[in-house]
């Protein structure tokens, strides 16, 4: 049985984690989705029915509502696995939440090994190194960066469809990871394709990364911009602009 957690994003990691393990410890598995989604008529049952497929797929340990912009993946009916997590409509289940590691064990390896550093930044397509390290030295308040590593760690792959079955409306000032305010909007990439099809999209067959489609996803990610706005925020922290530093 799935249980839907729906929990407002304001900085309470802590209870977005307990909240997510008290319920796949009662329930095996758990949909989570925050309150500044909108969710298409057949994520949920995505969801459902990838939770139910790969219920016994040690490897998949994460599934996906949000895709970003790939143009490869617009015409396919079909998801397909990558190395990536998401926090923006998601799903997992209790023998993989189990490998939940809040401490980041062997975090700083980053430091000290650029090759796992580009791996976990997606190829050097997504700063997710750098979000790890402003984690664990207590400047980011953020449990789906440690559970990306968490993931990473064990070689875990997530199940994603080929066009997003969620959309963000949380871009404004208020939310709580968004230090650029009402600019974030502009500064983004294209907006992804949603899912406007009858049904949920087909969940692929067997579990394996596919060279094209993790290729074609990752130049999805940069089309984010996120690699490229990290680093303009870096410079702008080194010119001492305080909300930019660590």
């Known amino acids: 049985m799935t249980v839907v957690a729906q929990e407002a994003n304001r900085g309470l990691a802590n209870s977005i984690i307990s909240a997510v393990t008290a319920l796949t410890d009662q329930y095996g598995s758990v949909i989570v989705v925050e309150d500044d989604l909108l969710l298409q008529p057949s994520a949920l049952l995505w969801f459902q029915g990838a939770l139910e497929k790969y219920s016994s797929s040690e490897q998949v340990m994460h599934v996906g509502g949000y895709q970003y912009s790939v143009p490869e993946f617009e015409s396919q009916r079909s998801g397909s696995f990558q190395r990536f997590t998401t926090s923006w409509g998601w799903a997992t289940w209790k023998r993989a939440w189990k490998h939940f590691d809040a401490q980041a064990t062997g975090w700083e390896e980053l430091d000290s090994d650029p090759l796992l550093e580009r ?74 394709a949603v899912w406007d099809k009858p049904g949920p999209p087909d969940l692929p067959g067997a579990v394996e990364l596919v060279p094209f489609a993790e290729q074609a996803f990752r130049r999805g990610l940069l089309r984010t911009n996120a690699m490229r706005n990290h680093k303009i925020k870096k410079g702008l922290a080194a010119l001492g602009m305080r909300r930019f530093q660590t």
């Open 119 to 192: 791996s976990f930044n997606a190829g050097g397509t997504f700063p997710f190194a750098d979000m790890l390290r402003k984690q664990m030295r207590g400047g980011l308040d953020s449990w789906a960066i440690r559970w990306w590593w968490s993931v990473f760690k064990a070689d875990g792959l997530a199940v994603m469809p080929p066009k997003s079955l969620v959309t963000n409306i949380g871009f404004d000032s208020s939310a709580t990871h968004n230090s650029v305010g009402s600019a974030k909007a502009l500064l983004s990439g294209p907006r992804p």
